[in-house]
Nanobody, 121 residues
Framework: QVQLAESGGGLVQPGGSLKLSCVDS????????VVWYRRAPGKQRELVAG???????RYADSVRGRFTISRDNAKNVVYLQMNSLKPEDTAVYSCNTGNSYLSDPYPGPYWGQGTQVTVSS
């Protein structure tokens, strides 16, 4: 069974960096696409970045060139490296999995609890 846990959030100044991790303690999500979503206060949930089981990636236009998603299937972990952070990146970041394809239009059934990222001076 998939059990996701995110870590790595925190408070960072504009222009700074953070690296988020999403670990599956159930050791099964290597077969699935994994997607990072975020939700800012008063806004709808937004897809940030996704990676297929084979390593194909996609990014939201708002983060392309600043964020990098990667995965280590041997360790059952997906990373989101976030550079050049902006105040508008402030949100709760959650990882999601359970879909076979990165192109699936809806989130998969498994969610982590989320981690808060705050970008502020």
């Amino acid at each position: 069974q998939v059990q996701l846990a995110e870590s790595g959030g925190g408070l960072v100044q504009p222009g700074g960096s953070l690296k988020l991790s999403c670990v599956d303690s159930g050791n099964v999500f290597a077969r699935y696409a994994v997607v990072w979503y975020r939700r800012a206060p008063g806004k709808q949930r937004e897809l940030v970045a996704g990676i297929s089981s084979g390593g194909v990636v996609r990014y939201a236009d708002s983060v392309r060139g600043r964020f990098t998603i990667s995965r280590d299937n041997a360790k059952n972990v997906v990373y989101l490296q976030m550079n050049s952070l902006k105040p508008e990146d402030t949100a709760v970041y959650s990882c999601n999995t359970g879909n076979s394809y990165l192109s699936d239009p809806y989130p998969g059934p498994y969610w982590g609890q989320g981690t808060q990222v705050t970008v502020s001076s």
